[in-house]
């Protein structure tokens, strides 16, 4: 099971871009990344998943090197409404055992 | 689509004590999976259910078990409740071994 790790928080600016990046060294040829996010109280919400080069969707792009060793969330022009833990995931998706990691902390200012 | 939906939102509990929570997941989703989140220990996977089969599981003693129902629902019980054992507890479906899983709100068991 790949072991992620992620800066423990990050603090921007509303309308900034941001980017958080994961490392997992160990991935496994079949695994995917996935992304979440969660609020206090409520539960992870998914965000994106890829499995090579970018992926884009209607609230952010994953960006994933050839290597797969990391991959680098991008939220563009983020709201105070961001402010969240942001979890990456390796391989565990339904099916497999699952690990998160401690997740980012981004805290968005006005 | 209606979401992944937990029952009750809310539970308190004493020592000792028992509890069933429940988990409806996503129409047409098979696979359901379980985990316990704290502040100190963060989110971590208890089980994994897919077709009434536990297909995974964590590493938590022998009083946390579940299971599935044919319709795919899924409760989750715990026995002889500790202290410890408060949390919040998540539930999360997905379509298949590959597809993302989508979490509920989670049920907050408080234990007094």
């Known amino acids: 099971l790949a072991k992620t790790t992620q800066p423990i928080s990050m603090d921007s600016y509303e309308g900034q871009e941001v980017n958080i990046t994961c490392s997992h060294n160990n991935i496994a040829t079949n695994d995917y990344i996935t992304w979440y996010q969660q609020f206090p109280s409520q539960g992870p919400r998914f965000i994106i998943q890829g499995y090579k080069t970018k992926v884009t969707n209607e609230v952010a792009s994953l960006f994933i090197p050839a290597d797969r060793k990391s991959s680098t969330l991008s939220l563009p022009r983020v709201s105070l409404s961001d402010t969240a833990v942001y979890y990456c995931?390796?391989?565990?998706?339904?099916?497999?055992?699952?690990?998160f990691g401690a997740g980012t902390r981004l805290f968005v200012k006005a | 689509k209606a979401g992944v939906t937990q029952t009750p939102r809310y539970l308190i509990k004493t020592r000792g004590q028992q509890v069933t929570l429940s988990c409806s997941p996503i129409?047409?989703?098979?696979?359901v999976s379980w985990y316990q989140q704290t502040p100190g220990q963060g989110l971590q996977f208890l089980f994994e259910?897919?077709?009434?089969?536990?297909?995974n599981k964590g590493n938590f003693p022998g009083r946390f078990s579940g299971r599935q129902f044919s319709n795919s629902r899924s409760e989750m019980n715990v026995s002889t409740l500790e202290l410890g054992d408060s949390a919040l507890y998540l539930c999360?479906?997905?379509?298949?071994?590959?597809?993302?899983?989508?979490f509920g709100d989670g049920t907050r068991l408080s234990i007094l």
């Open positions: 259910y897919f077709s009434e089969t536990q297909r």
């Open positions: 995931l390796v391989g565990g998706t339904g099916g497999f055992k699952t690990i």
């Open positions: 129409s047409g989703h098979r696979s």
């Open positions: 999360a479906s997905s379509s298949d071994a590959r597809g993302p899983q989508h």
